[in-house]
T-cell receptor, first 114, second 116 residues
Framework: AQSVTQPDIHITVSEGASLELRCNYSYGATPYLFWYVQSPGQGLQLLLKYFSGDTLVQGIKGFEAEFKRSQSSFNLRKPSVHWSDAAEYFCAVGTLSGTYKYIFGTGTRLKVLA | NAGVTQTPKFRILKIGQSMTLQCAQDMNHNYMYWYRQDPGMGLKLIYYSVGAGITDKGEVPNGYNVSRSTTEDFPLRLELAAPSQTSVYFC???????????????FGQGTRLTVV
């Protein structure tokens, strides 16, 4: 069965430090992968997506993610975190078998220390 | 440029009451989805639709119903509200599979529902 695992429920980093959020997926075919961000009381906003090609993808707000097929991972990174990055981050896979659906991980809540 | 619009934003229901959560999109998307978000659980798919007149169950459909009479609207109906349905509900839409290069989901702002 398709699934997405985000092993870190909470992460705390200092402002200016680097960030890596982990995401592992289980899917039988080439996945379509997404990272979304959710600020408190808001909906989900797309940060970046991977469909094919270059395994390092750039997104908005200075985020990037790297697809590693051998590790079934799609980790999100940012070289220098800003206080405004405090939010919840969701990794998702788009399934292509039958109809097109999105399966989400449980999310990682990021806290940024001043 | 509204995108996906959900109403209401907040609602308190008593056990056994019914209500409809409204969702509308103006992007002419074929696919629409309803998710519920519970703390520590991520988003769980309730129902989805691939076009007007076509709906199907997701992971957690019990206690809910949907209809899709137009491309734009995808209401979610709770018939007999239960405390277990206390959650934040998100509606989303996306382009069809064949346009996969553009196929990210667009989300509404959510409806926070409390059943007491």
């Amino acid at each position: 069965a398709q699934s997405v695992t985000q092993p870190d429920i909470h992460i705390t980093v200092s402002e200016g430090a680097s960030l890596e959020l982990r995401c592992n997926y289980s899917y039988g075919a080439t996945p379509y992968l997404f990272w979304y961000v959710q600020s408190p009381g808001q909906g989900l906003q797309l940060l970046l997506k991977y469909f094919s090609g270059d395994t390092l993808v750039q997104g908005i707000k200075g985020f990037e993610a790297e697809f590693k097929r051998s590790q079934s991972s799609f980790n999100l990174r940012k070289p220098s975190v800003h206080w405004s990055d405090a939010a919840e981050y969701f990794c998702a896979v788009g399934t292509l078998s039958g109809t097109y659906k999105y399966i989400f991980g449980t999310g990682t809540r990021l806290k940024v220390l001043a | 440029n509204a995108g996906v619009t959900q109403t209401p934003k907040f609602r308190i229901l008593k056990i056994g009451q019914s209500m409809t959560l409204q969702c509308a999109q103006d992007m002419n998307h074929n696919y629409m989805y309803w998710y519920r978000q519970d703390p520590g659980m991520g988003l769980k798919l309730i129902y989805y639709s691939v076009g007007a007149g076509i709906t199907d169950k997701g992971e957690v459909p019990n206690g809910y119903n949907v209809s899709r009479s137009t491309t734009e609207d995808f209401p979610l109906r709770l018939e007999l509200a239960a405390p277990s349905q206390t959650s934040v509900y998100f509606c989303a839409s996306s382009r069809p599979y064949r346009e996969r290069a553009k196929a990210e989901a667009f989300f509404g702002q959510g409806t926070r529902l409390t059943v007491v």
